[in-house]
Structures are given as C-alpha cells and as structure tokens.
C-alpha cells in the first residue's frame, strides 16, 4: 500500500504516473549468465562476439547498487533446462542446434543451458545476495512456466524494471508478458544488449514505438533519480 512515507516520485519515469510505493517496485535482471555474457559461453562458443552483452554488465550492476541501497526487491533470472530436458520440447532444442551447438549438448563450460552446469551459473559480478529472488526459467520469458507472477502478486508488487539479456528475445518478451499480467513494465535501454548491434536498435525501436505498446523505455539515470526521489523506510526483504 502506499502511504506518504514510502511514497516514490515518479517523475515520469513510470508511463502510469501516480504515486508509487518502494514496495510496489522490483528490480529484475533477466539471464546475466556465462553462457550469454562470459569468454567460453555458448555464445562465444557460437562464434558470436560477447562484447555486447557483456558491456551492460556494469550499467547493470549501478542500476543493481541503487536498488539494493533503496531496498527494493531484486529479481534475478537463469534460463536452463533440468538434466534430463523433460522441460526442453523439440522444437526449442531443434532451432538452437541449427547454429551447431544446441541446448543440453556439451560445450567447454558444460552442458548448454542445463541447470547446476558452469554455463548455467550467473556471472560473478552480478552474483544475487541472500534474500533476492532467483527465478528459473525453461523458456524465454521470464513468466512461462515459472512461479514469477505469484511472486510478483504475493509481494504486492506491480512495477517491473527490466534489465539483462538479450534485448531481442528473453528481455522483450518478460516485458510483453509482463504487461499481459497487467504489471507496469519500464525497460532501462543502457543496461540491456543484444548480440547484434541492429537487433538491439530494432527492439529498442519496437518497443518505444506508439508511446510503448507493453510498457516504457527509459535509462538508469532515470531510474536512480526515481529511487532518490522516495521517502520513508526501505522496503523489507
């Protein structure tokens, strides 16, 4: 609920406007992990440049400091598959190893995207702290098949920061579904990539158009200047 003591400026940052409670508010970074961000991925293994992705990492993490200094709750999220892919339908595994090196195979940091494999794990600069919430995920929206939307519900939360990897696919489609379970999505441009440099500013472009069909873009900057514009107690855990 909010009250004048927890009550956050928006500011514009939040499209809806009206006041906002810290507690209404989360942090989410979406699949910072080896095998999208880090040398000897699978990415890297594809033969795909990492600069991309990695160059939000410290974007992200500014971002990360700020939620974490005004308490607000921090969401991080792994995409990955069980040992024995009984999550992983064909037709998924089928389009990643048309680019020869597919989900559950095994490449230099373990098996792709299965769970507990050093590929899997989020890298070590944006490693959650205890009480942050680690989603995981079998599909590309943070939402799909996961208990993310409980969460959000049970801890009355319904404002979405969006931040991770990769623009073009994971992070647009959390922020589309996330509308589609009515939360209010802001997506923060400077701490999200894709690989592709023209797939990013196609997404970006995407997204903005016609006002932000599924949510708003705006930056960290923004972002930080929202959070300092709150007042009262931090939220709790």
């Known amino acids: 609920m909010t009250t004048p003591e927890n009550e956050v400026a928006t500011g514009g940052f939040w499209p809806l406007g009206g ?13 910072m992990q080896v ?22 990492i410290e974007p992200i ?24 892919l009984s999550d992983l339908h064909a037709n998924k595994q089928w389009r990643t190893r048309v680019h020869g090196l597919g989900i559950g ?38 939402f799909h098949r996961t208990e993310l939307a409980d969460e959000l519900e049970k801890r009355g939360i319904t404002r979405l920061v969006v931040t991770g990897v990769t623009s073009d696919c994971c992070v647009q489609s959390t922020l589309r579904d ?19 440099t023209p797939n990013h500013e196609a997404t970006i472009e995407i997204l903005k158009s016609f006002g932000g069909r599924w949510g708003g873009v705006s930056d960290r900057a923004a972002f930080k200047a929202m959070l300092d514009g709150a007042h009262g107690e931090k939220a709790d855990g």
């Open 19 to 31: 006041p906002v409670s810290k507690t209404e508010i989360a942090l989410i970074i979406i699949d």
């Open 35 to 56: 095998d999208f961000c880090a040398p000897g991925g699978w990415v890297d293994q594809l033969g795909e440049d990492v600069s991309n992705t990695r160059s939000v």
């Open 61 to 84: 993490r500014d971002a990360l400091d700020a939620a974490r200094e005004a308490g607000i709750t921090v969401i991080h999220t792994r995409e990955g598959h069980k040992p024995d």
């Open 105 to 142: 195979d095994m490449g230099k940091t373990g098996r792709i995207l299965v769970q507990g494999e050093p590929g899997w794990q989020i890298i070590p600069e944006l490693q959650p702290v205890e009480g942050e919430l680690i989603i995981d995920k079998p599909g590309k929206s943070s």
């Open 178 to 196: 996330g509308f589609e379970y009515g939360i209010e999505c802001v997506l923060l441009e400077d701490c999200t990539a894709a690989v592709e």
